[in-house]
Structure formats: C-alpha cells, structure tokens
C-alpha cells in the first residue's frame, strides 16, 4: 500500500490515480483507492436542508463521528480488496487525515478513533505532499467543487507536521507542476516495485 496524503488541495487524488495507472502500466497491477470520509456529501445534504455545512447540519459530536466511520468503512474496503486481489493499492488519504481533519477543527474523540483506527495496517510508505496553503487554496478554488478558507489549510497544514508519524513520511514538494511531482512519487516507489 503507498498512502498519498496531505491537505485539501495538496493533489492527492489527481497523483494517486495517476501513479495507480503508471505502475499498471509498468507490469505492476494497482488499484487506486480514495479513502475520504464524505465531507462533500455532508455539505451538500446539510445545504438542502439549510445549512451551510455538515458540521453545522449534525453537530459537533455526531459529525467527526460519523465522517470517521465512513472512513473507516473505505479503508475497510481498501484493505479488504488488496488482500483479496494482490494488486498494489495507491490511496488517496489513510488514517492520518481523519487525526488530521479532528485536530484542525478542534474536535473531541481524536484519541478514540487513533485507538479504533488501529486495526488498520500502516502503508509501505506514506508521502506528504507539501503544498502551500495559498497554492492549495487556490487549486481547490479552481477544481470548483467546494471552497476552502486559508486559515483552515493551514491549520490541517499544521496539524499533519505535528503528527508523531510525520517524521516517517516522505515529504514531496506538492507545489511543483504534477509533472514534477509526478516524477518524485515515481522516485520514491520504484524501490518498492523492483
């Protein structure tokens, strides 16, 4: 398993998807896999019902919750069909996002769902792509599908360097053209792909 993770923007989904077919491409079968916990889903429900988020819709203690246990409910899956099927799996977020996503928010329950979490194994390798959260921004902005405040980004942006596995993690510069970021995904696995 090789984990993609960083914040809202940072490209996470658009090089997992695209190394997942490289390395197919390559002889090496891979599986991409988002492992998200439904936030724009939880928008959009809480926004036909009135309301401007999830958070505001389910409130502050059934939300990270519930945004946890479909999380848990994906990397379940993810871990069940690599198993099941041998392929390689590039995942878009792993456990470290919903810690992540908690903690930015100011959530309780962080400590339940580490311990809950668990279970999950950990990836092969793990790369943060550190992206800016200007750059970020404005990249999500772009993708017009929801927006982001800046001082949100840099607090997931915080929250992911203050992890204790952080220092564990391959750091890639998210900032670069996805050529350039492309290339340093592909540097990091091909050892692990020999």
């Known amino acids: 398993m090789i984990a993609l993770v960083g914040v ?19 002889g090496i079968p891979a599986t991409y896999f988002e492992n998200a916990g439904g936030r724009p889903l939880w ?12 958070v505001a819709l389910f409130g502050r203690t059934l939300y990270p ?15 069940l069909v690599t198993r099941l099927t041998g392929r390689t799996a590039v995942l878009d977020r792993w456990t470290w996002c919903q810690y ?5 928010r ?3 329950g962080r400590r339940a769902v ?11 390798v793990v790369c943060f792509l550190a ?10 902005a772009e993708r017009g599908i929801d927006t982001e405040e800046l001082t949100h980004l840099r607090a997931l942006d915080a929250a992911y360097r203050a992890l204790p596995e952080f220092g564990s993690f391959v750091v890639i510069d998210g900032d670069g053209d996805p050529e350039e970021v492309a290339a340093a995904l592909d540097e990091v696995v091909s050892p692990l792909t020999r």
Not at 131 to 140: L, N
């Open 8 to 26: 809202d923007g940072s490209g996470k989904s658009t090089q997992a998807r695209a190394l997942a077919r490289r390395l197919t491409a390559r």
């Open 43 to 54: 928008n959009r429900l809480a926004q036909a019902f009135g309301r401007p988020d999830g």
């Open 65 to 79: 919750a519930l945004e946890a246990t479909v999380r848990a409910v994906a990397m379940a899956r993810t871990v």
């Open 100 to 104: 992540v996503i908690m903690a930015a």
């Open 106 to 108: 100011g959530d309780r």
């Open 114 to 124: 580490r311990a809950a979490y668990a279970i999950f194994p950990r990836p092969a």
């Open 131 to 140: 992206t800016s959260p200007a750059v970020a921004q404005q990249r999500v």
